[in-house]
């Protein structure tokens, strides 16, 4: 196999395609403006979870197929993989279990299967028990007293579930795609910015567009959105073994990791990548309430651009006008490392295709 291979970008995105062409045999670049902690894979929580993405027929296969991998890394503690218990909240009204979590094992949190059974047991009380509050995870026996809240406060969700799900720490999976891809003979050039796929060098034969949010300019993708996301990483909070998701406004979410516990978040259309301390204050103020601690302390601000393409992932063959052969894979939105094994697999099937 003598075709040569470039890849734009050298996010979560481009680093797994890398490692899936260059281990299959192909001769593989990397071309990237940023690399590492500076593009928005730096910045991502990076829980497997499929957020903020379309069209859900496309994302689900593509997210369980990345999900058996990422199980089958965290047997390896240097891939900085890990599973965890991942708790999804709402503010108001009773969550629903999506089909695809099911096989997965989720279960609704006891306190929600109790606020559920008050219902049933007082039809009299209609409606109003819908929204009968529970505090985050107070029978479930993985979640410390300490962020249980208490009767009288108002740190509380409504419903929730739990699933068993991977989670890559960014400050290591990223170093550990990077060694794996130059280790499968893989070449990675940073600092490199195009204008156009046709500036790629031609003695490539394929280029592999990965680049995020990069995409809107580069091919005038006008259906691409920067979907600004701010996040603050915290000191390790002792005792928390689960993350705390909660999608309702304001977003929250606080991920345990090894070494520190990061928490959020912000989803909203701006291209402004400078951390804003305001938003920073919110974000802490608003996690330590749910959990019931006192504030933690702040070690980094990150903000990232979720690229969320309205018309969905983009992951398709296409051509440059100089007729190279080009495959798409972009427009990930807030699921980029949760969808990247599968779109990186479904890029080597159309590169064995072309
Ligand atoms: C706060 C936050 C939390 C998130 N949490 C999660 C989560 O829990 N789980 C999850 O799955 N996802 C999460 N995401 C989403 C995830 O981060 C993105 O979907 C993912 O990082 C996209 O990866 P990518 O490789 O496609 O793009 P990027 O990481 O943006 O990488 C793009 C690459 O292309 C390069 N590039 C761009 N344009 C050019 C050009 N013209 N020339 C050369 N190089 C170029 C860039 O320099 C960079 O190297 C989160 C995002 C944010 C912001």
Redesign the pocket.
Known sequence: MTERIAI???????LTCGVVLAEHGYPTSI?????GQQ???G???????PYHVEPAERVIPLALKTYDVLLDLARFAETGVSVIESKQFLRTGEIEIPDWAIPLGASVIPSAVEAATEQTKSPGAGFQSRDVTLKVSLRDPSTPRAFAGSAQDDHQFASGFSLRTPLTDTTIYLDYLAVRFRKAGGEIHAD???EKIDEVDEKFDFVIN?????AR??LQDTDLEPHR???AIVSKIEGLSSAIVCDDEPLMYAIPRKNDCVF??TNELSDNLSADSVTTSRIVAECSRVLNIEKPRVIAERV????FRRSGVRLERDQSADGRRVIHN?G???????LSWGCAREVLDIALSS
């Not at 990965?210 to 990069?214: D, E, K, N, R, S």
Request: aromatic share 12%.
């Open positions: 734009i970008g050298a996010g979560v995105s481009g071309f990237a403006k940023h690399t593009t928005t894979s910045a991502a929580a990076a829980v497997w979870f490199v910015c195009f990965c680049a995020g949010i990069g300019e580069l996301g701010q996040v959020g978040g990232g651009l979720r690229p972009y990930h939105g807030g699921a980029g490392f949760t």
